[in-house]
């Protein structure tokens, strides 16, 4: 089947070999080259020395190393930093004002898209909206779980959509929305810390279950925590703490069910119904085993999805499993995404 989807990776994915100094910037780029993807998607808060300002030098060597290793920009990860003073919020015009300085930013290092969190506020959105729209950039709000699309929080920024007509606005979803287990290398930390095979269990069981029943998706609610908290009421966050209660849970045990609440399974048809509000896409994981299987989220089931809906974007590796490892293993991130993009790729072309 001909396709024209294609592949990415966020430069998050490095952030072990980055932090521990093994690979800076352009090493990052160098390593995403070799796994045969495209794209890339960059943290210039966390990697351009001169953040917030885009120098001409810094500029002219982007776009060198694009060239260098035939590679282009796909997202710009936006933070909207909007406490960054003790004793107050900033204000509207100041979150707008930063806003649209990453938007500036990422249209002087040519990316597409401008992928913001699910904390912006709508009218900060909505009041940077002409300046993305001037500037040809699509802001995503990145739909991370236990946030869904098809769901009371969508429908709250789908509102906004068709109220202003607006074609700079859209969703990047996650494919942590897309975990029909627990992630195994969530589990295994959970033994390190002295989880009990029984309370481990109760916990897995009780996720199967949401599986199986199906997640009650979150409801659109300006108060974060608030959705959060009424999300786990939801999904049986207080039988789950009273079954383990009755065995008398450690500290960990509790932890690790909370934790669990963090992954959600959506059916991929979410993508389908979705599609033409869908401008690029974070292909999270957390451990690629040795045949390039994820052993939480079905790739070739959620990329089949975007296949059958025409999506034409991006798919970016974003690797997160070095946290679940890197309290007493070795961490490889790019052995991890240069699985995950095998099978990315396989799922696209077969």
């Known amino acids: 089947m001909d396709n024209k989807i294609k592949r990415s990776v966020s430069l998050y994915s490095y952030q072990q070999e980055y932090y521990e100094g093994k690979l800076d910037l352009e090493g990052c780029i160098r390593e995403t080259a070799k796994t045969g993807a495209t794209g890339i998607e ?54 707008i004002a930063m806003m649209k ?113 199906g997640f009650t998706k979150i409801k659109y609610d300006l108060n974060l925590g608030r959705a959060h908290g009424a999300y786990m009421k939801a999904n049986g966050y207080p039988n789950l703490m009273e079954a383990l209660e009755k065995i008398h849970a450690t500290p960990a045990e509790l932890a690790y069910a909370g934790s669990t609440f963090d992954y959600t399974w959506c059916d991929p048809k979410d993508i389908i119904d979705n599609i033409q509000y869908i401008y690029h896409t974070h292909a999270k994981f957390y451990h690629m085993n040795e045949a390039c299987e994820e052993t939480s989220i079905p790739i070739k089931e959620v990329v089949e999805a975007y296949k059958t809906a025409g999506y034409s974007g991006y798919l970016s590796s974003e690797y997160e499993g070095n946290r679940m490892l890197n309290d007493a293993l070795e961490v490889d991130s790019i052995e991890q995404v240069r699985r995950q993009q095998e099978a990315l790729r396989r799922a696209i072309e077969e």
């Open 42 to 95: 960059l943290l210039a808060e966390q990697m351009v020395d001169d953040f917030p300002v885009i120098t001409p030098e810094f500029k002219e060597t982007w776009f060198g190393w694009m060239k260098k290793y035939g590679t282009e920009p796909t997202c710009y990860d936006a933070f909207l930093e909007n406490r960054i003073y003790d004793n107050r919020v900033c204000t509207l015009r100041e979150q």
């Open 101 to 213: 300085r990453d938007i500036e930013n990422a249209s002087q290092l040519g990316f597409q898209t401008l992928r913001t969190l699910v904390s912006t506020p709508m009218d900060v959105i909505e009041g940077s909206m002409p300046f993305a729209e001037e500037k040809d950039i699509k802001i995503c709000i990145e739909v991370h779980s236990p946030f869904s699309l098809s769901s009371g929080w969508a429908d709250g920024y789908m509102e906004m959509v068709h109220k202003t007509g607006t074609k700079h606005f859209g969703f990047m979803p996650d494919f942590g929305i897309f975990c029909r287990n627990i992630p195994d290398i969530l589990t295994a930390q959970a033994v390190r810390n002295g989880c009990r095979e029984e309370a481990i269990k109760i916990v897995e069981d009780a996720f199967l279950n949401r599986v199986n029943k």
